[in-house]
Nanobody, 130 residues
Framework: QIQLVQSGGGSVQAGGSLTLSCQAS????????MAWFRQAPGKEREGVAQ???????NIANSVKGRFTVTKVNANNTLYLQMNNVELADTAMYYC????????????????????????WGQGTHVTVSS
């Protein structure tokens, strides 16, 4: 079991920017799918963005063109750069990870599916105000 430690988040005005980070520690392997999910009050957790060890990314349509996901494989750190944020981006954001075997890849649907991940960060609040 690995630990995912998140940082970043907070309050931002609509149209502003924010960066979230997530570092995996205690990792027995070096290849991970890592992803960002979010959950707004009263709503289900939804996938936001994913990046795998081979550099493939999957981005939810709701944030495409505004959010960018990057990953530093050397220390298994995932970032989410949030630009031009909207009120609808207000949510608790979670980092998630699972092993990525050599030669394996997820489909776009799998990449943003909560059920695919078995390691989760503690969550961090993002509040967008007008």
């Amino acid at each position: 079991q690995i630990q995912l430690v998140q940082s970043g988040g907070g309050s931002v005005q609509a149209g502003g920017s924010l960066t979230l980070s997530c570092q995996a520690s205690g990792a027995p392997r070096t290849r991970y799918y890592m992803a960002w999910f979010r959950q707004a009050p009263g709503k289900e957790r939804e996938g936001v963005a994913q990046r795998d060890t081979d550099g493939r990314t999957n981005i939810a349509n709701s944030v495409k063109g505004r959010f960018t996901v990057t990953k530093v494989n050397a220390n298994n750190t995932l970032y989410l750069q949030m630009n031009n944020v909207e009120l609808a981006d207000t949510a608790m954001y979670y980092c998630a990870a699972r092993d990525q075997p050599w030669g394996a890849r997820m489909t776009p649907l799998q990449a943003l599916d909560v059920a695919q991940y078995d390691n989760w960060g503690q969550g961090t609040h993002v509040t967008v105000s007008s």
